[in-house]
């Protein structure tokens, strides 16, 4: 099982926008649109930010949004707050694994 | 309101069979669509899928793992079991289950997680 390609961190400053990427195959990311992010505190469980490429939760600030081109699924965060500093993770419904789901590695995001 | 609570021991021996239970509510695993997966993270790792029930009893493993996996469900309980064999040092981490909304291919709901150390 090959995991889904990110970034291992990322840092950017309060108020700016940063952009996470998270890199599959056509068995993936590229072939469904079945992509969707978590964010993980410390010692936390992971919450659910976006789901189906594109959709927010309920609850799930509006400064999160996300997208997809080809074979790369982004998260975009505009107006970091200290709060969003967390690991976010990606996943994607794959055919390239028996389980049919597949997980990014992970990106640490911190907030300088 | 969902909720789902990962219970289990703490300790097991290396090639001893790990059981870890999944207690949950708000939800039927009888409805269709729905599903309940298991994800583990060693520490200081990233997240790793290990497999999900449907509310059919289908099941789904992990490629890698799923020699060692077993999922149950106990609709009556409300409880899903997973079952992981000849455990390894390699075992050790946090253990997760989530609930799979129907028909979506995402994980909404997750349990806080349960630590397992793999050590003789």
């Known amino acids: 099982q090959s995991a889904l390609t990110q970034p291992a961190s990322v840092s950017e400053y309060p108020g700016q926008s940063i952009t996470i990427s998270c890199t599959g195959t056509?068995?993936?990311?590229?072939?469904?649109?079945?992509v969707s992010w978590y964010q993980q505190h410390p010692g936390k469980a992971p919450k659910l930010m976006i789901y189906d490429v594109t959709k927010r939760p309920s609850g799930v600030s509006n400064r999160f949004s996300a997208s997809k081109s080809g074979n790369t699924a982004s998260l975009t965060i505009s107006g970091l707050q200290a709060e969003d500093e967390a690991d976010y993770y990606c996943s994607s419904y794959t055919i390239s694994d028996t389980s049919n789901w597949v997980f990014g590695g992970g990106t640490k995001l911190t907030v300088l | 309101q969902i909720t789902l609570k990962e219970s289990g021991p703490t300790l097991v021996k290396p090639t001893q069979t790990l059981t870890l239970t999944c207690t949950f509510s708000?939800?039927?695993?009888?409805?269709?669509?729905?599903?309940v997966g298991w994800i583990r993270q060693p520490p200081g790792k990233a997240l790793e899928w290990l497999g999900i029930?449907?509310?059919?009893?289908?099941?789904r493993y992990s490629t890698s793992l799923k020699s060692r996996l077993t999922i149950t469900m106990d609709t009556s309980k409300n409880q899903v079991v997973l079952t992981v064999t000849n455990v390894d040092p390699l075992d050790t981490g946090t253990y997760f289950c989530?609930?799979?909304?129907?028909?979506?291919?995402?994980?909404?709901?997750w349990g806080q997680g349960t630590l397992v150390t793999v050590s003789s």
């Open positions: 056509a068995s993936d990311v590229g072939g469904y649109n079945y």
């Open positions: 029930i449907y509310w059919n009893g289908d099941n």
């Open positions: 989530a609930h799979r909304p129907a028909p979506y291919y995402t994980l909404d709901y």
């Open positions: 708000g939800f039927s695993l009888t409805t269709t669509g729905v599903g």
